[in-house]
């Protein structure tokens, strides 16, 4: 489900907390053809059935286009709305748009399905999302694709590998070990070499990073964390430029992805508060892994935005904003004592997301899962400890920092009683 951009769109060009507020809410969206623009948010269209005034209408319709009336599957003014506001809040998307589907999985799903075919090479990062990584193993495999891992960290050694690839899938941070990779140089080796560049935005929005502007050619997103930002709903939303958008779309439509007028509805909500909530959830975030990167117990703070962790200087160089997301590495310990110190925290869920309001912990194991990369990392003094294997990944909300921070020391004092 899509829109492509309105080039009927009037507004003078806004900053992004003025866009944020304004996108996506045409005039015709959200009221009648007698009163255009009667009510601010586009009312919840459910419908499958479009009707058609008489036949000539019917066939003179521009049918099977965005942002027309046609099937339920092609959406109405409600999903067209959140499309539009993600393409407008996208810089380089303006000659695209955006498609929309049912999670943050399946966009990625979608657009890996848009760019590649049996007998091609994908290189992959390997700090990517466990599910992508899954995907690559399973679904791509089965098509005949074959993946290539690479550290995000090496940009030479990745340059090296774009010869003869047919795409990359990039995260920048990645959501686990929230390494920052140098985004200019692997998006610039890979076009060098004509690849396909993907990049998984979810950490940052694109508040905090523009993909396209940096010259990928689709940002994905899971709408289902700082979009939605209240826990409640589920969807992801690939944005391209003009090469990109229609294919992107067309699969997606043949693969009949739909979403409902009601889960968009709520996207629309919490799109509008998503800077805000970014802020306060990246200033908690950033004074707590500053207070953690002092604590004996930790051996490193994995923050993109605090200094001395691993791509904090690409960070400042090329993201206007951080989240809430991070994680920190213990000295030591065993995984009982980790259990122990997650179970002592009163005002940290224990769940498997972020973006929401409201804070979670849950423990990572990227030893597990990296394939061309080293793991442990670095201590914070340079050296390199086997026993630092057990991490924490911290999502935080919109609490008061002092409230966390105090949970938090509790946690560790159990920790260090468990170890
Ligand atoms: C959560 C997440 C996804 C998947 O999104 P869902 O909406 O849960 O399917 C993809 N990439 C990243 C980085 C995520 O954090």
Redesign the pocket.
Known sequence: MSAPTDKNVSRPATRPATTIVAAGRRREWTGTPGHPGAVVNPPVWRASTHLYPDMATLRAHPGNEDGHFYYGRRGAPTQWALAQALTELEPGAQEGGTVLYP???SA?CGALMTVLRPGDTLLLTDNA?E?SRAMARGLLADLGIKTVWFDPMDSEAFAALCPGARAVLL?APG?LTMEVPDMPALIGAAKAQGLAVLV?N??ASPLGFAPLAHGADISIM?L??HVSGHSDV?M?STTAGAQWYRPLRLKAQAMGLVVSPDDAAMMLRGLRTMGLRLEKASANALALAQWLSGRAEVAQVLCPMLPGSPGHAFWARDFTGGCGLFSFVLKGGTARARDALIDALTLFGIGY?FGGFESLATPVDPAAIRTASPWPRPRKDGTREEADRFAVRLAIGLEDVADLMADLDKALAAWSAAR
């Open positions: 999670s943050g999985v990625i999302y599910p995260e959501s998984d979810t950490w899971s289902t964390k589920m992801g997301s």
